[in-house]
């Protein structure tokens, strides 16, 4: 190697041409074509020529000469019929020499611009031969299709990436773009890109369409696709990403019609009227929400001498959905209904789960009713379980249950065998968690409308308690008649902060997340949560699939229906536990979303936030107003201390990016 030495070298997928201008040690000092200098080792030349330039000639008229040389290289490359020499080497497969190779594409005395002009050719070209320090091998023609093919599939790459460029650019230039067939492959690979990020099989493709584009970033993506109008500016992402149908598909509405059509023109009682109570003659009552469509339980309060007896009668949605129907498939795929504050998907068609099955007033409806006889002192003394025919009367919402609770006679009994429960459950050793609920929902103007609700109010109280009673009384009868069910249980919480009916605010939110998790299983096992022996959830077989297996195992004690097996209920629990764990957090998150939406029109505005804890660079606080945790940064000087409280600022709220900032003061 000598200074002045004309020399080539690949840098980023082309061939650079230079001149050795200083010989460092084992680097050479290079200056090249585009006027820059570099340093680079030997080995990373891909060709070395005899011509020498005089590099005392300055650096520009070097570079003008190197120019000159390309150029030459260039077109003699053009001359070079590459594929037309690999037909005539391939069947030989043997390794041929630089040397060897020019002379056969240069016969009349090659020089090292003609070597020079077939490395490039062959780079060019490279699918026809491999290159081994100046040397090359013909690959098979099997090989030759092979890389044909993927610079084929590259070339529709970039095509495909450059159409792409050229079309999110029109769409950014234009306030109302509009997409045609053509550009639904696009539209479709941002959505990929944005639900899926790096799981999306576009992801190479859309992250080389979008950069550079100023529209990388996550946010970005989904304002465009909101601005394309293919999603809604409150567009529930978990529910796309999560595969959740919000419609049920065709054949399941009719299944839903012919199974009505078959109960209302079928001649005579069905079969299951046989072994029925009619209880047609209680005046049955509800206690639901405001905007509760599906009505799966109601209760009855009957006065007996010195005794009462309290009814909870649970729709018979086994009556109405067969095993392994359409309906009952259908059902078990979704899991639950799932109720958001702008959105609800119930779990079974609308024509049955807020008519045909539903516990209407004035509908004589299948239940299956747990007849509960309480003593003077409203202790349970007797139960019953069977099946039933039941029509309700009274129809309440929770406010109006309220405001009825201290006058009608039946309110009354029902809060006074409520507290009597509640205080048993709490002698057994229950931990009674009391916290204020966030109801939110949208009003016909898409208003956000959000109420802080007490739980602990007389009608929601006594619900939730007789609920409790009604499923502690199906698990005991399952246990006793020793079939399985899908049992919860909970063991002991790794910690109690208060006794029995005390504890502040701030104690029962520690006090929940300090709570074990609750486990599913085929056979009974103590819930030291709700301080009972046995527990299941059978009182929303309409809205959850694990309460229609209850209601089922209960129904085939009756002959109704043969029951699942424990191995079934196992796969039952199996299939179904991370599908509920999904609605829960999908649930969980709209209604964040939405009261995060709510706040975003309250910035500035002073809250009262109790400390939780120390967190990095402040406290984790809790905002009783909206039961939102949230983490404010505090600089020196505080000692803040669990439970005390502060008061503080909303300073910036972004919903869809789940940002809640606040600040001291």
Not at 51 to 59: F, H, I, K, N, Y
Not at 280 to 292: E, K, S
Not at 429 to 458: F, K, M, T, W, Y
Not at 546 to 555: C, E, K, S
Request: hydrophobic share 40%; charged share 30%; with cysteine.
């Amino acid at each position: 190697m000598k200074i002045g030495n004309v020399v080539e070298f690949i840098d980023r997928q082309k061939i650079v041409c230079a001149v050795v201008v200083e010989l460092k040690g084992d680097r050479l000092h290079l200056i090249t074509e585009g006027n820059r200098e570099i340093n680079l080792s030997p080995k990373r030349l891909s060709h070395q020529s005899e011509t020498v330039l005089d590099v005392s000639a300055g650096r520009d008229k070097l570079v003008d000469m190197l120019k000159d040389i390309v150029a030459h290289r260039n077109a003699l490359m053009r001359q070079v019929d590459i594929k037309a020499l690999w037909e005539v080497l391939n069947p030989e497969q043997e390794w041929i020499d630089l040397s060897t190779l020019t002379g056969l594409c240069f016969p009349d005395a090659p020089d090292g611009d003609h070597e020079a002009a077939v490395v490039r050719a062959l780079f060019n070209h490279r699918r026809y031969f491999k290159f081994d320090h100046g040397r090359f091998f013909p690959n098979s023609e099997a090989k030759v299709q092979q890389l044909i093919a993927r610079d084929e599939a590259e070339k529709r790459r970039q095509d495909t990436i450059e159409k792409g460029r050229r079309w999110l650019k029109r769409v950014m230039e234009n306030a109302r773009p509009e997409t045609g067939d053509a550009d639904l492959f696009f539209v479709e690979m941002l959505k990929s890109h944005y639900l899926f990020e790096k799981e999306s099989p576009t992801y190479d493709l859309s992250r080389a369409l979008l950069s550079g584009s100023g529209v990388e970033s996550p946010d970005k993506i989904f304002r465009l696709l909101v601005k394309l109008g293919v999603w809604q500016a409150d567009e529930n992402i978990d529910l796309i990403r999560m595969g959740i149908p919000t419609r049920f598909p065709d054949e399941v509405h009719a299944a839903a019609r012919d199974r009505i059509q078959k109960r209302d023109t079928r001649r005579g009682p069905p079969s299951s009227d046989r072994v029925r109570k009619d209880l047609t003659d209680l005046p049955l009552l509800t206690i639901d929400g405001q905007a509760t469509l599906d009505f799966d339980d109601a209760l009855s309060v009957e006065e007996l001498g010195d005794r009462i007896r309290i009814g909870i009668h649970i729709t018979d949605v086994g009556e109405v959905i067969e095993k392994e129907s359409p309906l009952d498939r259908e059902a078990r795929s979704r899991g639950s209904s799932i109720y958001m504050p702008d959105q609800r998907i119930p779990m079974v068609p609308p024509e049955l789960s807020e008519d045909f099955c539903s516990l209407r007033s004035g509908k004589t409806r299948p239940a299956v009713s747990i007849l509960v006889d309480l003593d003077e002192t409203l202790e349970v003394s007797n139960w019953e379980i069977l099946p039933s025919r039941v029509c309700v009367k009274d129809q309440f919402t929770y406010q109006e249950a309220n405001l009825l609770a201290h006058e009608d006679p039946r309110l009354r009994r029902l809060v006074a065998a409520a507290r009597r429960f509640r205080e048993k459950r709490m002698s057994q050793g229950a931990l009674q968690i009391s916290l204020p609920e966030i109801h939110i929902h949208l009003d016909a103007s898409g208003n956000i409308i959000v109420n802080r609700i007490q739980r602990e109010s007389p009608s929601r109280f006594a619900v939730a308690e007789i609920m409790i009673l009604a499923n502690w009384i199906m698990a005991s009868f399952l246990k006793t008649k020793g079939i399985p069910a899908v049992f919860r249980s909970q063991p002991q919480p790794k910690e109690r902060l208060y006794e029995a009916g005390g504890g502040t605010l701030f104690q029962h939110w520690m006090q929940r997340k300090r709570l074990s998790r609750f486990v599913l299983g085929p056979e009974p096992e103590n819930h030291s949560g709700l301080g009972l022996d046995a527990y299941v959830t059978g009182t929303s077989p309409i809205r959850k699939y694990f309460d229609l297996v209850t209601q089922r195992q209960i129904r085939s004690v009756f002959g109704l229906e043969a029951p699942y097996s424990k191995e079934e209920v196992e796969a039952m629990i199996a299939e179904l536990a991370p599908v509920m764990a999904h609605v829960g957090a999908l649930q969980a998150r709209r209604n964040r979303y939405w009261l995060l939406k709510f706040l975003e029109k309250r910035i500035g505005r002073k809250e009262e936030a109790i400390i939780l804890g120390k967190a990095r660079n402040g406290y984790q606080v809790l905002i009783p107003e909206y039961m939102l945790e949230c983490r404010i940064s505090v600089s020196g000087g505080y000692d803040l201390k669990p439970e005390d409280v502060i008061q503080i600022t909303i300073q910036h709220v972004d919903a869809r990016n789940e940002v809640l900032n606040v600040f001291m003061g």
